[in-house]
């Protein structure tokens, strides 16, 4: 088994020197330090990888010898890669199958960009100014946060219209509690709480055997069912054929419309893909990735986000993503005050909205209040239920390497576990009247 596992190794390796030259920026003269120094000073993109495995593997060998080179705790711990709790030769492993895959197809796996994100946000320090003509880093999930469990992803691929398809689906089991949501139908605007508009439980489902059928087309009432399909998306996974997508199985779509709080941040293929998709009769929600520091920055990005999205409908929520670097390191006080002013701007302008992070962040950086108050969407993958019950779940984000025929990239997948179609155009909410 060792010599197999090695052989695989060295022939990735081989493999990654082939697609991208190991160049030291230094003369032949340069030790270790110089390198490693060099490394952790630069804003890393896909060429760094092969360079990242070579870190990775001088730490083991140092630390194995009893040496400590100059990584910080914050970067062991981004760079373990694995979540393995320390830096060894699963972590090199994976940049050099990273740095492979870029270079034999050019496409960078989602993981890898998910690293290089976190990385040049939390390591590199990256920093955003509205004159930046290059995107911030974007959505990190956990790496080093969570330990992922050794359970089978719940699907990795989803069945086709009118395919029989079994799968083990956990789903909220309780009722939702009541928050306040404002319908602009009129110029009197009237207050509806979520517990008048959700009275229905929604029971776990186990071993679910069920038949997908046709979803009806906007704006028609929508088939309850016991779950439905669907795939989040951004400008990551390029251009999209939806008629396959939703000839794929898929019921819904939640589009990225932007992240931060200038208008420039708009996701460029956000409008593309909002008209194809609602084209193609896949219900579409959006979601905006937050960066907000403070409550008034949150204002600003609810602002922004309703510019982004005027002049759509919208069956699925509108989405408040929070899962930055940088709010790990704030109280549940300032993550809390947060989501409710973003939250509330958007209700106020007629919104159904929703909270989405993985299931750690939302277990231990939330006031249950919060939790409480809104729709929750939790992200949580290679695991039969997420680890999150503190409130119902309306969503839950099980994997982020699906396949879908018409997209030429990995994607997120979903379950929802009610019709929110119905809730918007019964209750006028999200563009509806």
């Known amino acids: 088994m060792k010599h197999r ?21 230094y003369d032949s003269s340069a030790n270790s330090d110089d390198l490693t120094k060099f490394l952790l000073e630069q804003e890393l993109d896909c060429s760094s990888f092969t360079y990242l495995a070579w870190l990775v593997l001088n730490e083991y060998v140092s630390q194995r010898a ?3 080179l100059t990584l910080s705790e914050q970067q062991k711990t981004i760079l373990d890669v694995d979540s393995s709790e320390f830096l060894d030769t699963g972590d090199a492993y994976l940049f050099l199958s990273w740095s492979t895959i870029c270079g034999a197809f050019g496409v960078l796996p989602q993981d890898a960009e998910i690293f290089l994100n976190q990385w040049n946000a939390s390591v590199v320090g990256t920093s955003t100014t509205p004159a930046e003509t290059t995107e911030i880093p974007t959505e990190t999930t956990e790496f080093s946060t969570i330990a992922t469990t050794s359970a089978t992803p719940i699907m990795t691929e989803t069945s086709t219209a009118s395919t029989t398809t079994t799968s083990t689906i956990s789903a909220a089991t309780e009722t939702i509690s009541a928050t306040t949501i404002v319908s602009a139908t009129s110029d009197t605007t009237e207050a509806i709480t979520t517990s008048t508009i959700l009275t229905t439980a929604f029971p776990a489902i186990t071993s679910v055997t069920s038949t997908i059928e046709s979803t009806p087309s906007v704006g028609d009432a929508w088939e309850n069912k016991e779950y439905y399909n669907g795939i989040d998306v951004s400008k990551y996974q390029g251009n999209i054929d939806w008629e396959a997508v939703r000839n794929d199985g898929v019921d819904f779509a939640i589009i990225r419309a932007g992240y931060g709080k200038f208008a420039s941040q708009e996701d460029p293929y956000f409008d593309q893909n909002m008209r194809n998709a609602k084209a193609a009769g896949i219900a579409c929600g959006a979601y905006w990735f937050s960066y907000a520091e403070s409550p008034s920055e949150a204002v600003q990005e609810a602002e922004v986000f309703a510019q982004v999205i005027e002049g759509y ?6 989405v408040f993503d929070i899962e930055a670097p940088q709010h ?7 993550i809390s005050a947060i989501i409710t002013a ?4 958007m209700e106020e302008k007629g919104y159904y909205v929703s909270v989405y992070s993985y299931a750690y962040f939302l277990n231990n950086y939330i006031y249950q209040s919060v939790l409480e108050k809104y729709d929750i969407w939790v992200a949580h ?10 409130s119902p779940y309306g969503m839950w984000q099980y994997s982020d390497t699906g396949s879908i025929k018409g997209i030429n990239a990995n994607v997120d997948l979903d379950y929802s576990y009610r019709c929110y179609p119905n809730i918007m155009i019964q209750h006028g909410l999200n563009g509806y009247s």
Do not use: H, R, V
């Open 66 to 68: 009893g040496n400590s």
């Open 328 to 334: 790990t390191q704030m109280s549940k006080e300032e």
């Open 381 to 390: 993958f290679n695991t039969d239920k997420p680890s999150y019950s503190k």
């Open 342 to 345: 973003f939250c509330t701007t």
């Open 5 to 25: 596992i090695l052989k695989k190794i060295a022939g990735i390796l081989t493999a990654a020197a082939l697609c991208f030259p190991i160049i030291n920026p």
């Open 313 to 318: 409908q919208f069956e699925y929520p509108l």
